[in-house]
């Protein structure tokens, strides 16, 4: 429907676009907007982007103010996977969706803006507008790199085959939530060290299976990890740091808030839960120390935050790289673990240089506090791991 294309375009104004549409007969406007939603989802599928990725960039744009924006994208995705026989969609395309709860609830597309007005107990116009301007965020997207083969166009399987216990994941779970939920730094630390106890000898000892067995059918591959504001810069040298001494690489994508994180399934799996749980740790220590705001002290506020989560960040990767750097001593000299961890990390490199072929340096964040560095490598020194 051209109204609806020059509206998201702005070929016209937003208010008298979306007049237009509120006079236009409904029969002709609501199956227009759910084929044109349907359609950007598709479109942006094919450009890489995975639901969970999909969901939560329109909630970062635009989804926290306008709750239906993202209730509507799950809806566009739950469309876009009824075009295909689920046997050509790949194992985490599906396992997004259904993490979503993306599923067809409506009768048919023409009635969908009908039938979510009455389930959401809306009235109409606010439901176009809400449409209009999901379709207005979907449209600022690019294509990004294609990690995961879109709908349609991959057998129902995964390239690499991951060797994740389960139940050892679920026992880090288990610790790391102890360790973010007590108020004593010594538990804390207690609880995490264990964690990472578990996940750097699972590690190693995946490494080991995957080189006597030839590793033919493990190869690496990239995650992406939400990194949110504020302190985006900050809380990617904390992400960068944990990657790095799991053995993984990183490129961060500040515009789309986002980083890549390029490695072996059992490695990012460490990765994305310990960058989790530090960041919720980090955050507590943060809120213990910092001083007082108000207008008067804001800019100091904002100094100590920014300086604590860089000093956060060193810390942790000192840390994190030294008992890295312990536990592979220990493995290799039992075992023939160096050759392979270096095999692996060459495949690594080459898969992400690959996905980016051309990547800049970030600029290093700036340390305006003395108090929030040094309280920062405190809050490091207790939440990191032996």
Known sequence: ????????????????????????????????????????????????????????????????????????????????????????????????????????????????????????????????????????????????????????????????????????????????????????????????????????????????LAGREGGADVVPFARRIGVDHPYEGEKASLLSAVAGANRCHTVWSPDLGFTTVFGFDADIDAVDLLYTSLLVQAGRAMAKSEPPGGKAGRARLKAFRQSFLVAYAVRIGERLAHATELAIEEAAAASDLLPVLRSRDEQVRETMARVFPRTVRGRGSRVDSREGWESGREAADRATLN
Request: proline share 5%; net charge negative; hydrophobic share 45%.
């Open 1 to 208: 429907m051209k109204q609806i294309d020059d509206l998201v375009r702005g070929a016209v104004a937003y208010d008298d676009g979306l007049d237009l549409l509120a006079v236009a007969p409904a029969a002709e406007v609501d199956p227009a907007l759910f084929a044109a939603v349907a359609d950007a989802v598709a479109r942006l599928a094919r450009g890489g982007w995975q639901p969970a990725e999909l969901h939560r960039a329109v909630v970062r744009r635009g989804g926290t103010d306008r709750p239906l924006l993202a209730h509507a994208v799950v809806d566009g995705i739950a469309g876009l996977l009824r075009r295909y026989d689920r046997k050509t969609v790949d194992d985490r395309w599906l396992d997004q969706a259904d993490e979503l709860a993306a599923k067809v609830w409506w009768s048919a597309d023409a009635r969908y803006v009908t039938e979510l007005t009455a389930r959401r107990r809306l009235d109409r116009i606010s439901v176009v507008d809400d449409l209009v301007g999901l379709l207005v965020v979907l449209a600022e997207l690019p294509s990004i790199e294609v990690l995961v083969p879109p709908p349609g166009s991959a057998p129902k399987r995964k390239p690499s085959v991951s060797r994740v216990d389960e139940r050892l994941l679920d026992r880090v779970r288990a610790l790391l939530a102890k360790a973010e939920s007590t108020g004593y730094p010594a538990e804390a630390e207690t609880y995490t060290a264990k964690a990472q106890e578990l996940i750097a000898r699972h590690a190693i000892d995946e490494a080991l």
